[in-house]
């Protein structure tokens, strides 16, 4: 079952900035972590050593602002990110709750990441760093809706076929037929949620959720 969200309920579901959660998820793994300290300290330094050349310049301060704000990349980076996912999952026009269920749920390896490495003859080799994804379909008593996917945890072995399952979509079409996003999900059966990206504000969509289909 679809059911309509209107504009302002999904402003309150989505936020436009960054949530810790939508924080920590944008921030990466720890390479990408590593490569945001190094554009933020050598961009920063180099930034301020400029601004100090520069002291007698009517630049000096614009330099040194630039040079402060590139030092604090790691943290308004991901805040950026994330705040730009928000914003484009809720670009489309209408938004619908999903209450359904899981109609299948599997595992699958995935390349993540691919790099040449030369094994112990001296010869390249391509290696492949895979992970594993769960996935879930997704559908409702009209039929499939769509699947999302995220990361294995030993906390997702619970998940089964059958339990319901509720989400937001996302369509430039008032009839749903083109669903174009799906979010993070919820199973309220076990509490858990699912996802890749935290799109929607937990404490806040469990209440929805209870107000617009168990009442």
């Known amino acids: 079952m679809l059911l309509p969200i209107k504009e302002n309920e999904i402003n309150k579901l989505i936020p436009s900035v960054a949530t810790g959660k939508q924080f920590n998820s944008a921030l ?16 920063g330094v180099i930034t301020l050593l400029i601004s100090q050349s520069q ?7 614009l330099w040194l602002i630039l040079g402060v704000v590139i030092l604090l990349y790691i943290l308004w980076g991901p805040i950026l990110e994330a705040s730009r996912k928000n914003s484009k999952f809720k670009s489309y026009s209408f938004s619908a709750l999903v209450d359904g269920y899981i109609a299948d749920v599997f595992v699958e390896d995935r390349i993540e990441k ?22 879930l379909d997704i559908e409702d008593e009209d039929g499939l809706i769509g699947n999302i996917s995220f990361p294995l945890q030993n906390k997702f072995n619970i998940l089964k076929k ?14 749903f037929s083109n669903i174009q996003a799906i979010s993070d999900a919820w199973c309220p059966e076990v509490n858990l949620w699912v996802g890749n990206y935290p799109f929607l504000l937990r404490p806040a969509f469990e209440e929805f959720v209870n107000r617009k289909i168990v009442n």
């Open 28 to 43: 990466g793994n720890p390479q990408k972590i590593f490569q945001r300290i190094m554009i933020s300290a050598i961009g």
């Open 55 to 61: 002291v007698t310049s009517q630049f000096y301060s």
């Open 114 to 135: 691919k790099q040449e490495q030369a094994n112990k003859d001296g010869r390249l080799q391509i290696v492949e760093k895979k992970r594993t994804w769960v996935v």
């Open 162 to 175: 059958g339990m319901r399952l509720n989400c937001v979509v996302l369509s430039n079409r008032r009839d």
